[in-house]
């Protein structure tokens, strides 16, 4: 072999040596092959799958994916409202739909051994035209009732008076709640 092709040969595989970031060129292919790694589970595939359904142990998630699911999973808010007296008021901004609501009365915090409270699920809330609820009272007693949190929505709940200015929605008085998605 001539000089000049050994010292071409030995430059081209001392840039290859030098490159500490090597490129794939379109998609890499398996050819039917998973990735091993030592502690977990063959890895075959890599998917795009925003809810996660697939529960598989062999695929990895996309940056996009892993997003979607936490962004759709994690959907925790609080907040404070004031009654206004009426038989429906809905409650809104909160940038989901709640499965679980927890309302009590602002002024109760201080005083906890009267601290009433109202919280329902989109299982229970929906058992009920005029919505399902647990009241409970500050003397430990608890009571299904109608007619307080009446519906879980779309971007919040609505509550109701029960058509006598009553909790969680007596005109003047200012309730905070949980929201849960």
């Not at 075959?44 to 799958?49: A, G, K, P, Q, R």
Request: hydrophobic share 30%; with cysteine; aromatic share 6%.
């Amino acid at each position: 072999m001539s000089r000049r092709l050994i010292g071409s040969i030995a430059r081209k595989i001392s840039g290859l040596v030098e490159d500490k970031t090597p490129q794939l060129g379109g998609d890499l292919d398996l050819n039917g092959k998973n990735i091993d790694f030592p502690t977990t589970a063959d890895i075959s595939d890599c998917l795009d799958e925003d809810d996660m359904t697939s529960d598989s142990a062999t695929m990895l998630a996309t940056q996009q994916s892993i997003k979607a699911y936490a962004d759709i999973k994690a959907r925790i808010n609080t907040g404070a409202y004031t009654g206004d007296g009426t038989t429906s008021q809905g409650i809104t901004g909160i940038g989901f739909a709640p499965k679980y609501v927890r309302i009590w009365l602002q002024s109760a915090i201080a005083d906890a051994t009267g601290t009433n409270w109202q919280e329902t699920t989109d299982d229970a809330v929906d058992d009920d035209a005029s919505g399902y609820s647990i009241h409970s009272s500050g003397d430990g007693t608890n009571q299904w009732r109608t007619n307080e949190i009446i519906s879980l929505d779309s971007d919040g709940f609505t509550v109701d008076d029960d058509g006598a200015d009553a909790t969680p929605n007596t005109n003047g008085s200012t309730y905070k709640f949980l929201a849960i998605g």
